[in-house]
């Protein structure tokens, strides 16, 4: 299982960013999918999942209201729709698959990780 996260950028506080993950060696629905992100004097938080099945989304209290989790199943790719963007919102944003839990928001819980995409939110 390999994922590709693409989509990142430089972007003024206010604006809008969508982050893409395209999944390989299985298909999006067998697995819940999250986005994670960090900066280099951080550990590796929790952003915002999608459940296996789809219905269900879960977020951060920090990215509530403003990012948006959604995936495509036809695409095999999950989104990170965000928008409202403020400065603390700068990190290498990963995704991230799970086997194992219908929906997880712990970096335990998830098998598989993608590279890494750099978000830059200019004040």
């Known amino acids: 299982v390999q994922l590709q996260a693409s989509g990142g950028g430089l972007v003024q506080a206010g604006g809008s960013l969508r982050l893409s993950c395209a999944l390989s060696?299985?298909?999006?629905?067998?697995?819940?999918m999250g986005w994670f992100r960090q900066v280099p004097w951080k550990e590796r938080e929790f952003v915002a999942a999608?459940?296996?099945?789809?219905?269900?989304?879960f977020y951060d209290d920090s990215v509530k209201g403003r990012f948006t989790i959604s995936r495509d199943n036809t695409l095999n790719t999950v989104y990170l729709q965000m928008s409202s963007l403020k400065p603390e919102d700068t990190a290498v944003y990963y995704c991230?698959?799970?086997?194992?839990?219908?929906?997880?928001?712990?970096?335990?819980?998830?098998?598989?990780w993608g590279q890494g995409t750099q978000v830059t939110v200019s004040s």
């Open positions: 060696g299985r298909t999006v629905s067998t697995l819940a």
């Open positions: 991230a698959a799970s086997k194992d839990y219908s929906i997880a928001n712990l970096r335990i819980e998830y098998d598989y």
């Open positions: 999608i459940s296996r099945d789809g219905y269900s989304e």
